[in-house]
C-alpha cells in the first residue's frame, strides 16, 4: 500500500485512499490523490513512499483525464 506521495524523495504527502482495480484486472489499479499543482518543475517526477519503507521510489504514472 502507498502511504506517501511527493514531487521530490525527501518530501512526501500522506496517502489515506486505497487503490481499487481498473475494469475487473487486478494487475492495474487505479489511486486517486491530491497534490500541490503546479508541480516544482516541468515533467517532475513523482515519488511514493509504501507502507513500511524509508526510502521513495520513482513512480511510473498515468495521469489520467484532467
Given at each position: 500500500m502507498i502511504a506517501k506521495v511527493?514531487?521530490?524523495q525527501d518530501n512526501g504527502?500522506?496517502?489515506?485512499?486505497l487503490a481499487m482495480p481498473v475494469g475487473g484486472d487486478s494487475r492495474?489499479?487505479?489511486l486517486q490523490i491530491a497534490l500541490p499543482?503546479?508541480?516544482p518543475?516541468?515533467?517532475?517526477?513523482?515519488?511514493?513512499w509504501f507502507?513500511?519503507?524509508?526510502?521513495a521510489r520513482e513512480a511510473k504514472v498515468h495521469l489520467g483525464d484532467r
Open positions: 511527493g514531487w521530490d504527502i500522506p496517502v489515506t485512499a492495474k489499479q487505479s499543482w503546479p508541480s518543475t516541468p515533467r517532475a517526477n513523482l515519488w511514493i507502507r513500511g519503507e524509508t526510502a
